[in-house]
């Protein structure tokens, strides 16, 4: 899916003060988030399911909105509340952001670096019901399910 690429002259007034700005458009930067989300912020995490069940934000507030769903769900997420828009490395989170700034959507902003950057960083992640992809080769990799040691 490519979404259309509408760049904003108005950006909302909620990810000014981000350290990374360019060509109108707001990137949070890992250490910018949690006290962004403390203010009212809501991550949507734009990984698909598999992504997801394999290791996510530990995060409680955070919307589930796979990109490959993204054209058809937006309209769900909160108008009137400041979006912090992830991915994997920050590619598809982008054209998110832009699609929604054309839809209307002021505050929103892209995580820089996505997940990642974020994991890379050392902040919160959990672990999903799979364990991390594995195979002899690229054409044999499966999930495994997580023992539950409890």
Not at 16 to 29: F, T, W
Not at 121 to 128: I, L, N, R, S
Request: charged fraction near 20%; proline fraction near 7%.
């Amino acid at each position: 899916m490519k979404l259309p690429i509408v760049y904003s002259s108005y950006m909302g007034t909620f990810f000014q003060k981000c350290k990374l700005q360019i060509e109108g458009l707001a990137y949070v930067l890992p250490a910018e988030t949690p006290e962004l989300l403390s203010r009212g912020a809501i991550l949507v995490d734009l990984r698909e399911e598999l992504e997801t069940r394999i290791t996510a934000f530990g995060l409680e507030k955070i919307i589930y909105m796979p990109y490959s769903c993204f054209e058809k769900c937006w309209q769900t997420l909160p108008e009137n509340q400041p979006l912090i828009l992830a991915d994997s490395v920050g590619l598809h989170s982008k054209e998110a952001m832009v699609f929604l700034m054309s839809k209307g959507y002021e505050d929103t902003a892209s995580l820089a670096g996505g997940f990642a950057d974020w994991m890379k960083d050392g902040y919160p992640v959990k672990a999903g019901k799979y364990a991390p992809l594995n195979g002899p080769c690229p054409c044999m990799i499966v999930p495994r399910e997580r023992e539950n040691n409890s």
